[in-house]
């Protein structure tokens, strides 16, 4: 038994019934929801997605070490950590320490999750960052 299938030339792509070819036929660089130049790198694209969401987050171990460490931030120094990562996202910091007040967050910028959290009184040695910013 032989099965035939139609394919059409569409365009330079070829088109199976059933396929909408029209999706195929966007031009280089577009991408939905990202803007768009000559090109997107696979970098710029990843960096315009999680720049949409916007909301700094904390990760469990920075979650715990706050609790363990009685650190609180009030809505002047929470919005101060944020300005502090988007300003070292600008300068192109991966791991940035960002000081605010008497307490200290490392944050993995491009991730924009704060990784762990130190105060006043604990151990202030930072390793494996690309640089700091003081909000």
Known sequence: MVISMAIDVYNGFSSLPGINAARFNKPAGSLSGVQTGEKNSFEDVL????QQTGEL????????RMQQRNL????EQWQRLENGVQRAGMKGIRESLVMV???AFIVNVSNNTVITAV???DDKIFTNIDGAVIA
């Open 101 to 103: 007040d008497d307490m």
């Open 119 to 121: 105060g006043e009184n």
């Open 72 to 75: 609180d931030l009030s809505t």
């Open 57 to 64: 987050k904390f990760s469990k171990h920075a979650n715990e």
């Open 47 to 50: 960096k315009a997605k999680t």
